[in-house]
């Protein structure tokens, strides 16, 4: 698995509140991800980083922001929650930018907006 | 804009017989191509890509897919499927050349009944 941790594995927060999801690896991988898996949609990429404090916008960014101060903790954070954020969460690592580099994917966190 | 479809929502299949999954892309260029699978309550595990080469690639737990160019597919397939293979199939393209952003099909759900 990659050695990849996410928390919390599950969290029910109102409307409006600040929610913050971490994920940890522990084999300094320097490409990282965020996305969430919905019914009907698969996997879709909210934001990736490509380094300590590189970061960039993937296809459902808004709402959400990123940071990454230390290689092996990238967070997720959805500033003002909305029930359109109820999701399942899934970090993953690449071992290297070349597209050729399969995904390793974390447990997932289920985030529940109420 | 790249994007994976998977036609199938649900495959069922009896044990022992072989299975398909389909999947086709739309991709610039040469893509990248990987199936991933997804047991419940888990994160996506890699199952195999196909980055150049021989257009059958074989990959974990027996699976193989095969990469057709005029078609622009990659279906998954199985000579014996197992009770155990039952699970969320994700086909992924990206491209290849580049930051490795990767799209995902919808899945489909493989049920294999004893």
């Known amino acids: 698995d990659a050695g990849i941790t996410q928390s919390p594995r599950h969290k029910v927060t109102e409307t409006g509140t600040p929610v913050t999801l971490r994920c940890h690896q522990t084999?300094?991988?320097?490409?990282m991800y965020w996305y969430r898996q919905d019914p009907g949609h698969g996997l879709r990429l909210i934001h990736y980083?490509?380094?300590?404090?590189?970061?960039d916008k993937g296809e459902v960014s808004d709402g959400y922001s990123v940071s990454r101060s230390k290689t092996e903790d990238f967070l997720l954070t959805l500033e003002s929650a909305t029930s359109s954020q109820t999701s399942v969460y899934f970090c993953?690592?690449?071992?290297?930018?070349?597209?050729?580099?399969?995904?390793?994917f974390g447990p997932g966190t289920r985030l529940t907006v109420t | 804009a790249q994007s994976v479809a998977q036609p199938e929502d649900q495959v069922n299949v009896a044990e022992g017989n072989p299975l398909t999954v389909k999947c086709t892309y739309s991709?610039?260029?040469?893509?990248?191509l990987f199936w991933y699978v997804q047991y419940p309550n888990r994160g996506l595990q890699f199952l195999l890509k196909?980055?150049?080469?021989?257009?059958l690639v074989k990959g974990s737990y027996g699976f193989e897919a095969e990469f057709n160019k005029s078609q622009t597919s990659f279906h998954l397939k199985k000579p014996s499927a197992l009770v155990s293979d039952s699970a969320l199939y994700f086909c992924?393209?990206?491209?290849?050349?580049?930051?490795?952003?990767?799209?995902f099909g919808t899945g489909t759900r493989l049920l294999v009944s004893p």
């Open positions: 991709v610039s260029g040469n893509p990248y």
């Open positions: 980083s490509y380094g300590v404090k590189d970061t």
């Open positions: 084999e300094n991988h320097r490409y």
């Open positions: 196909y980055i150049t080469g021989d257009n």
């Open positions: 993953a690592i690449s071992l290297g930018e070349a597209g050729g580099n399969e995904q390793y």
């Open positions: 992924a393209a990206a491209k290849g050349t580049g930051f490795q952003k990767l799209v």
